[in-house]
């Protein structure tokens, strides 16, 4: 069940190049807080997942209800 809410939460991710090559900045619009930036495109997936899994446990931890998955599925491919 996690982990269907995490890969549907990523497919929502945005990724933006950085100007002048300096990396990519990925985010999740739907929860605030999650974002990622690197050098690469797929250290910026990585990374952006670590944080997502970061700010899941943290929100359990201090009693917040995550939003509801259905919220997160894709609209578009991005």
């Known amino acids: 069940m ?3 809410y995490i890969d549907a939460a990523l497919r929502k991710a945005h990724y933006t ?3 002048d ?3 990519y900045f990925g985010t999740i619009e ?3 807080g999650v974002w990622a ?3 690469t495109l797929e ?3 990585e990374e952006l997942r670590e944080v997502l899994e970061e700010w899941i446990v943290l929100g359990l931890k201090m009693g917040h ?3 509801p998955s259905d919220s997160l ?3 578009s491919a991005h």
Do not use: K, S, V, Y
């Open 37 to 39: 930036q690197a050098d």
């Open 43 to 45: 250290t910026c997936r």
């Open 30 to 32: 739907a929860l605030q």
């Open 17 to 19: 190049p950085l100007p």
């Open 21 to 23: 090559g300096e990396g």
């Open 65 to 67: 209800p995550l939003p």
């Open 73 to 75: 599925a894709p609209t």
């Open 2 to 4: 996690l982990t269907a």
